[in-house]
Structures are given as structure tokens and as C-alpha cells.
């Protein structure tokens, strides 16, 4: 029943027994890689700096087919696999639960120079040891097993992914430690609370992987906790698969560089703490009567603790939220938003540390984090926040872009006149503020006015999306932002979201019209102006799907053609006024190339970092600030270097948006969390192969700001 349920098993188990084969004639094991590969009509992945890998490991193998790519390449992979190795089992076809690497960071061991003598021997040595314990479980089996691990476990380029690449060859045996299963794991909901509180060292979220010993102890006790019957997952793969399902298939990997949080924080009642937070460069949290946060394993904990010591008649389940979330889900890099009330934001800054407790306060605003604060004022919102200390707003992408619009050079007035009577805006507002030639402009726009659909692609940090919006409003010569409307695409973005579709009430389902459809509703009307629609991260939607029928009427010959919608017997079609810009990143590898389809209903300009325009040149003069200056050099160099490496390229050079401060911002500390919290990481996840290139250039970048 559960090969049956979970058929990828029978298939990965059964790859692992063939590949045991070639551990002492690994020569024939990379041709025959190669050849399959070759076959299959795909691109051999890097496995080595000149290309074709001198040696591999069994975990790389698997690697191969098991990181972030399309469904559909992994499975002509492994029928590929299949078909070279005579496998019997199966080729799976549904791939859902099963954990996959960073498709950048799939090698189990550092190219050559850049890993020790003996590394992919101990991998090798290691996976035979595994698939022997798991056949027979003995003492001496243990004890070869943890030799192994141990020994592979120091190695440079081992981390929790040994223990991903041990579940998929014995998948009913070992346990896959990666951040979501961990996080699984370490909540009370999903496993006993002696479990959690006996293995939570091992497991939580900065935990270094455990040795062998405790791994197979962890392993042993989650197979008790299975056979209690307590839970309804009672192997591996279930619970793996509850842990996938949880965070609906989301891609998951510990060396990623983590996703940015927005979180709204109020600083006390009355925003009293304020002044000091801003002065320290910190956050403060109250509820400091509980103690250290970190000795907590669940909200449910926190919650009981602060009933027990402030015996009010409350549930207090908001405040244990926000005392968790600042002490687990918080990470350095997120950004805040500080409020006054519901309806005033006074600051913002980047968090620059994980959690704190501070046990000398007396203030009860014992549990801290430090931010690099970037702003301060007073800015009125038309929505009001929430009431609580601390939300993660991320979700909420409009009011998270509100927000960001307020720290924009030369956003919007928020005085209420100034909102009803847009500001002008010319050619020559765009061009003092976007780093681009006139000449480059006046081409952007001929060409979105003829095509109606333009993309821009380029490097992160060129300011795709800040261009999209003024261009728009260049085009409409006033920053009238209810003609401009930005939604972000992502892979769960449905039709249903975009045109209409049904959505459940409490007497059932209703008809609900989705945002592009109200957009285009609303430039029907006002047929005498031009609206702009632009989708932010186009490529990492499912255009077709979320398009539908409209797919055609995109086209500028096809404008105010009508065509049955797919919900209802209305005929619709999209007014020749609407524009639509996509922005998509060029360095975004893991995302598969737009439908050819869509791509001849687009016009796809490319917009280069703007380090070499007069206007960025003048604006760098205008801060007169020699760190400033040498970081730039720096980074130009750094960007010939990205420019002229054969497997990045252009498409992943460095954008200067990452500089665009406010004059009075560019300070020590702005530079510093620049080069720390945004390049250094970036540079990682490109040269992940190439520490010693990561090296350099980190020093270079930290040189340049010394």
C-alpha cells in the first residue's frame, strides 16, 4: 500500500541498489550520465568547473532530478535513468512531497580546488553504509553508519541536504531534515510535546545538523511516535508529505537566500518607545515578564505562560502570536514598519539581528532585535493598520506596495488636496529620476503605445518596477495612481483570481470578478484615458491558465473584440487604453521560459544597471561620499566579471537600484547592510560552486566601504 500511494519510492529505492554497482568504476557511472543527457536532449547540469564531471557521488545522482525544475524535466530524466540503468519500478509521475534541492546548489561536493581528496569517496562510502543499515539494523551496521556520516558531515559542502539525500534512497528508513520538515517537526501540533522538547536543539530553525547519534535517534523516535498511533502519518514519506502540504508545495531550501517579511511593529502604547528604538538602532517587545523567548517550543506555551503571570481574564492569543513570530519567524533582512495608532507610520528600517533577550530591562520590554532604521517622520495612511504590536503584512501585497510608496523619492504628497489633484509628470520627470537615455525612453514608448504589451527583463536591482510605474506616469503626463494598477504573479495565481470565477460564501459559492477584469471595467468607462496594468513578476505565473480566453485579445489588433466569458454569458473585451507591463527578472533560473505563445504578444525590452548614465552620475556627485564612491567602482567591476562568466552572464549583473537612497541616508550604516544583507547574499547563491570567488569579492565589497 505504500509504494502504492507514494509509487516515487519504489523507483528511488530501487535506482539506489543499481547505482551501488559503479562505487569502484565511477568513470563508467559519469559516461553513462553523460549519455543519457546527451539522449534525453538536455543540458547537463555544471557538475564540474570545465563542465564535464571527473567523479560523483550517488547523492548528486539523485540530485539530478530532484531541485527546482519543472515537473515534467524531472520525470524525462528519470525515464531517461530508467532506460540506462534497467530499472523495473514505475517512473513516478506525481512528484508532489518530495523534497528537492536549491537548483543551484544541487552538487554534494565542491568542484575541483575546492573540495578535499576523499570527499565524494566518504559520499560513496556513506550511501553504501545507509543502505545497509536500512537492510538490517544491526549494531555493527550502527556504528559503520555513523563513521560515515560523521566523516561526510565535515565536509565543506554537507549540510542538512545529507539527510534529504539519505530519505530518497531508503525513504521508509531516514528522515529528511530540511527547514520544512524541521519546522514540522518542532511544532507541538504535529508531534508529542516530549518529543519536541527532547530533540528541539536538533531541530529548530538555526540548529546545526546533529551527528549520526542523534540523528538515528530522532529517526528512532519518530518511528515510536508512529507506531503510537497518535498521528495520522505513520512513515516517513507521510509525514514529509503533511510537512509539503502544510506549506502548500512552497520550494524550500536552508541555503536560499530567505524571502523578505513586512511586518507593521507599534513601539509600545503611543509609539512611546520610539525615540529609543531610533537612537539604539533596535526593536523592542513587551511581555518581558515571561522570560527568554527561545526557551519557549510553542505559541501555546507562551499563551499559558502569560496567563499564569498576568492572571487577566484574556486568551492572550495575539499577544503569544506576536512574541513568537518575533522570536521565530522574524530573520535579519525583513523590513519594518513602524506605527503610531492605526492610521500614522513614523519609520521604517531592516532588521540586522536575530532575537535578543535583554534580562536588565526593568521595563518589561525585555526581548529586542536590532534594526538599521532608514526612516523617520510622520506619513498618514487612507487604510487603517491593525491593531495588534506586530503583523506580517507580506501577504498583503497592495498594502505592503503602499507602504513602499511612501518611502519613494518624490512620492505623492499625502496632504488630501495634493491626493485628489495629481502632481505633473513629464519626460523630464522620468528621466531626472529613472537612470535611462532619452533616446532609449522615447523607443519604450512608441513601442508600448503600438503593441499595447511590453516586458521588462533584466538583472536584479535595475529598477524594473520602478520604472513600470513612471513610465506609466510619463504616459499619462500626471501620477494619477488610479489609472495605475500593479499586481505580482505567482505560481498559485489563478484565472479565478485575474478575470472571475466562484468563491465560497455562507450560502454557498458566488460569482466574483477578479482584479484585471474590474481594471479593464473601469478604463471602459473612461474611454478618454490611458490605464496602465503591470504585472510584477510575470514569468512566475501560468499565463495561459490565468489568461484564459482572453489570451487573443491581448493583442493590439484584437483590442475591443469581444469574446464569452468562460463563468458567465456576458461578452467582454479589453479597451484599446490598457497597457499592460510585465517586469521579469533575467537571473530568475529556476523559472521556465514564457509560453511562445504569449511571448510574440509582448515586446521584450531589456534594461541594463544605469551605473554609466548621466543621471546616476550626477546624482552620485551630489552626495560627494568616498565610501559611496569606491563601493560603486566596485561593484562595476564586479559586474564585468558577472558579465563575462559563462554560466551567469549579463542577465545577472548587479542593478543600481540597490544604491537609490535619499541623499540624507547614505550613511555607514545604509552602505553596511547593503553590501552584508543584499550583494554578499546574492553573490552566494551565484557562485555557490566558487567560495573562493565569493571570498574575494565579499572582501572587495567590505574593502570599499572600510
Not at 74 to 92: L, N, Q, T
Not at 139 to 147: I, N, P, Q, S
Not at 281 to 298: H, K, P, R, V, Y
Not at 484 to 500: K, P
Request: charged content about 25%; overall charge negative; aromatic content about 14%.
Amino acid at each position: 500500500m505504500e509504494a502504492g500511494h507514494y509509487e516515487w519510492t519504489a523507483f528511488y529505492a530501487e535506482l539506489a541498489d543499481k547505482l551501488l554497482n559503479f562505487k569502484s568504476d565511477r568513470a563508467e557511472l559519469v559516461q553513462r550520465i553523460c549519455r543519457i543527457f546527451e539522449k534525453i536532449k538536455m543540458k547537463l547540469p555544471k557538475l564540474e568547473k570545465g563542465g564535464i564531471p571527473i567523479d560523483i557521488d550517488p547523492f548528486t545522482v539523485f540530485g539530478l532530478f530532484n531541485k527546482g525544475i519543472k515537473d515534467e524535466n524531472r520525470i524525462h530524466i528519470m525515464k531517461g535513468i530508467a532506460e540506462a540503468f534497467d530499472i523495473s519500478a514505475e517512473v513516478p509521475q506525481s512528484l508532489s512531497g518530495i523534497p528537492v534541492l536549491n537548483h543551484m546548489n544541487a552538487a554534494f561536493y565542491g568542484f575541483a580546488g575546492d573540495r578535499e581528496a576523499n570527499d565524494i569517496d566518504h559520499l560513496w562510502q556513506l550511501f553504501e553504509s545507509a543502505l545497509k543499515l536500512a537492510e538490517n539494523a544491526s549494531d555493527d551496521h550502527r556504528k559503520a553508519f555513523c563513521e560515515a556520516f560523521n566523516t561526510a558531515l565535515s565536509q565543506r559542502y554537507i549540510k542538512w541536504n545529507i539527510t534529504m539525500g539519505l530519505y530518497w534512497i531508503r525513504p521508509y528508513f531516514y528522515v529528511n531534515l530540511d527547514s520544512r520538515n524541521r519546522k514540522f517537526l518542532y511544532n507541538i501540533e504535529h508531534m508529542p510535546a516530549d518529543f519536541v522538547a527532547r530533540y528541539q536543539p536538533y531541530i529548530k530553525t538555526y540548529a546545526k545538523v546533529p551527528s549520526a547519534e542523534h540523528y538515528l535517534n530522532i529517526i528512532d523516535a519518530c518511528k515510536a511516535v508512529f507506531e503510537s498511533g497518535q498521528y495520522p502519518y505513520t512513515t516517513f514519506p507521510e509525514l514529509s508529505n503533511a510537512a509539503w502540504v502544510e506549506t502548500q508545495g512552497k520550494p524550500e531550501n536552508d541555503d536560499e537566500i530567505p524571502t523578505v517579511h513586512y511586518w507593521t511593529y507599534a513601539p509600545g502604547q503611543k509609539a512611546e518607545k520610539w525615540d529609543e528604538c531610533y537612537q539604539k538602532g533596535i526593536m523592542l517587545l513587551g511581555w518581558g515578564e515571561i522570560g527568554d523567548l527561545n526557551a519557549f517550543t510553542s505559541k501555546s506555551a507562551m499563551r499559558k505562560q502569560m496567563q499564569e503571570i498576568y492572571q487577566e481574564d484574556t486568551s492572550y492569543k495575539n499577544s503569544a502570536h506576536a512574541t513568537w513570530q518575533f522570536a521565530r519567524e522574524m530573520k535579519p533582512g525583513d523590513v519594518i514598519f513602524v506605527k503610531n495608532g492605526m492610521s500614522e507610520i513614523i519609520g521604517r528600517g531592516i532588521v540586522t539581528s536575530d532575537y535578543e533577550y535583554d534580562a536588565d530591562r526593568t521595563d518589561h520590554f525585555n526581548h529586542l532585535r536590532h534594526v538599521n532604521w532608514t526612516d523617520r517622520g510622520s506619513w498618514m495612511l487612507q487604510e487603517r493598520t491593525a491593531m495588534k504590536t506586530l503583523t506580517d503584512i507580506t501577504p498583503y501585497n497592495g498594502f505592503v506596495q503602499q507602504l513602499k510608496e511612501i518611502f519613494e523619492s518624490d512620492a505623492l504628497d499625502e496632504d488630501d488636496d495634493q491626493a485628489v489633484n495629481y502632481p505633473l509628470y513629464t519626460e523630464d520627470d522620468f528621466l531626472s529620476e529613472v537612470y535611462m537615455s532619452e533616446e532609449k525612453y522615447q523607443n519604450i514608448v512608441r513601442l508600448l503605445r503600438y503593441k499595447k504589451n511590453i516586458i521588462l527583463e533584466g538583472a536584479p536591482g535595475v529598477g524594473k518596477t520602478f520604472i513600470a510605474k513612471r513610465l506609466a506616469y510619463s504616459m499619462m503626463g500626471v501620477k494619477d495612481v488610479d489609472r495605475v494598477l500593479m499586481v505580482q504573479f505567482h505560481q498559485s495565481y489563478t484565472y479565478e483570481d485575474f478575470i472571475m470565477g466562484f468563491r465560497p460564501t455562507e450560502g454557498g459559492f458566488e460569482l466574483k470578478k477578479g482584479v484585471f477584469y474590474n481594471f479593464c471595467k473601469k478604463a471602459e468607462i473612461d474611454s478618454d484615458n490611458d490605464y496602465f496594468f503591470i504585472i510584477d513578476e510575470i514569468n512566475r505565473g501560468n499565463l495561459s491558465k490565468i489568461f484564459g480566453e482572453l489570451f487573443m485579445l491581448i493583442e493590439n489588433d484584437k483590442r475591443e473584440h469581444k469574446i464569452q466569458m468562460l463563468y458567465s454569458d456576458e461578452k467582454f473585451a479589453i479597451p484599446k487604453r490598457v497597457h499592460i507591463i510585465g517586469t521579469m527578472n533575467t537571473a530568475d533560473r529556476s523559472l521556465a521560459m514564457l509560453d511562445y505563445a504569449l511571448r510574440r504578444r509582448f515586446a521584450f525590452i531589456e534594461i541594463e544597471p544605469g551605473f554609466n548614465t548621466e543621471g546616476f552620475k550626477t546624482y552620485q556627485e551630489s552626495l560627494n561620499n568616498e565610501k559611496f564612491d569606491r563601493l560603486i567602482a566596485c561593484v562595476v567591476d564586479l559586474n564585468e566579471v558577472i558579465a563575462d562568466d559563462d554560466s551567469l552572464g549579463k542577465g545577472f549583473c548587479i542593478g543600481h537600484s540597490y544604491f537609490c537612497l535619499k541623499p540624507e541616508m547614505v550613511n555607514d550604516k545604509a552602505l553596511f547592510s547593503i553590501v552584508e544583507y543584499e550583494l554578499i547574499p546574492l553573490l552566494k547563491e551565484y557562485w555557490f560552486d566558487e567560495a573562493s570567488k565569493v571570498k574575494e569579492w565579499s572582501d572587495n565589497l567590505r574593502s570599499a566601504i572600510q
